[in-house]
């Protein structure tokens, strides 16, 4: 495979069409502030929202369809990690993640809200953005890996178990 380069990645991951145009609404929001927001509301906001139902049920409909791949992505053909490997390092990353965020937010002096959140965007290996950006960046990547890991795998466990385990942890930490 093609090799890339740090400055390439920077550049890709800072640069990109998604990131600048992000970027770009961003700091257009900023200096048009609420003004902007509602003229800009109907697509912000109410036409936004089904958009991304629909997104999220396309990625749902992939990842489906891409699960029974999952078991065969550890063999010889792909070169994939096995199986197990992939299923730990997708609910121990969020971990991971969850754990320096709580961290840096509480050096921070974030409130129990903020810190959750912050916590739980960390953790979240970030189900929309990820599997759509991997698309694009990495075309040769095989979504039978990142999707169910994302999605299957990740996000089941942050919605039963992560979400409660920081709020509690959270909560800790800003009253301790």
């Not at 700091?27 to 902007?36: H, K, N, P």
């Not at 906001?45 to 958009?51: K, N």
Request: net charge positive; hydrophobic share 55%.
């Amino acid at each position: 495979g093609k090799s890339h380069g740090w400055s390439e990645l920077l550049r890709e991951a800072c640069l990109n069409g998604s990131v600048f145009l992000i970027m770009g609404s961003m700091l257009i929001g900023w200096i048009t502030g609420q003004a902007g927001m509602q003229q800009l509301k109907p697509v912000v906001s109410d036409l936004f929202l089904g958009i991304l139902c629909l997104f999220l049920l396309d990625m749902g409909i992939v990842a489906a369809r891409r699960l029974r791949d999952l078991g065969r992505s550890g063999d010889k053909r792909g070169g994939a990690a096995p199986l197990g490997y992939m299923v730990t390092m997708a609910l121990v990353f969020p971990v991971i993640n969850a754990t320096a965020s709580l961290l840096l937010g509480t050096l921070l002096g974030l409130t129990v809200g903020d810190l959750v959140l912050l916590t739980v965007l960390a953790a979240s290996a970030s189900y929309i953005a990820v599997p759509a950006a991997m698309r694009l960046a990495l075309p040769e990547a095989n979504p039978s890996v990142y999707l169910p890991m994302s999605l299957a795998i990740t996000f089941p466990f942050n919605l039963l178990v992560g979400i409660p385990l920081y709020h509690q942890v959270a909560q800790y930490l800003v009253s301790a």
